[in-house]
């Protein structure tokens, strides 16, 4: 799951309107921002299988500390705290907990059976990466209702937050089919090292799109709402 997750995230800004879409980006993709540091360090494993499934080429072979529904739980509320105390914001807090929760609920979706529970042998997964139409699809779908609803509770300041937005909606569509169809990464290395640069790269595009957007005047009563 890739787009699917910025998808909570772009759903998300209309639960919590005081928090920077760059936040909710970071939320959903939490653990994911975190898991490549662990592969270097060989706390997590995977291996680049090509073929493995049809939309994935890794086999996730130990990863709990940031992909465990029980540790999805624990970063949850460790992530909403920090934003709470430095922001004192009990509702963006709690949605920021619920994304970062979030993702383990979606990769279940995905996943073959690998998705630990906790730290045993029990793990789950639905399978649909064995299946290139229906993960791009449901993928697809996932993502056009999270940017519809950011596109309608919000508005552009500018030209910037126009067109900024309409780019940044295009580049994570290509660079998902792009991912999807191009060859698995060569090293754990080159994996770990693409992945926090793509995630560097998309969070800024985030803070840079949600600076010069605003909550659309229609969706006003729900912003004062939370204040």
């Known amino acids: 799951m890739f787009i699917g997750h910025f998808a909570v995230s772009f759903a998300a ?12 980006f970071l939320a959903t993709q939490f653990v994911d921002f975190l898991w ?8 997590e494993k995977v291996a680049i299988v090509p073929g493995h499934t049809e939309a994935n080429a890794l086999e996730f072979l130990y990863y709990p500390y940031t992909h465990s529904l029980l540790m999805g739980i624990v970063w ?12 004192k914001d009990t509702r963006g807090a709690l949605v920021i907990g619920i994304c970062v929760l979030s993702h383990w609920f979606l990769d279940l979706i995905v996943h073959t059976v690998d998705l630990p529970l906790a730290f045993g042998d029990y793990k789950m997964g639905f399978g649909l990466w064995n299946s290139m139409i229906m993960t791009m699809t449901v ?26 937005f309409s780019g940044l909606v295009a580049f994570l569509i290509l660079f998902n089919v792009s991912n999807t169809f191009s060859p698995p990464p060569a090293s754990i290395m080159m994996l770990a090292t693409s992945l926090v640069i793509l995630m560097i790269v998309i969070i800024g595009l985030a803070y840079w799109v949600d600076r010069n957007r605003e909550v659309a005047k229609s969706n006003d009563t729900i912003l004062n709402s939370v204040d």
């Open 139 to 164: 993928e697809t779908i996932l993502f056009i209702i999270g940017v519809y609803i950011y596109a309608t509770f919000t508005k552009p300041k500018n030209k910037v937050g126009k067109w900024a």
């Open 36 to 43: 490549p540091f662990l592969l270097l360090t060989n706390v």
């Open 76 to 87: 949850g509320i460790v992530v909403g705290a920090l934003y709470w105390l430095i922001k």
């Open 13 to 24: 800004k209309k639960a919590a309107p005081k928090v920077s879409l760059a936040i909710l």
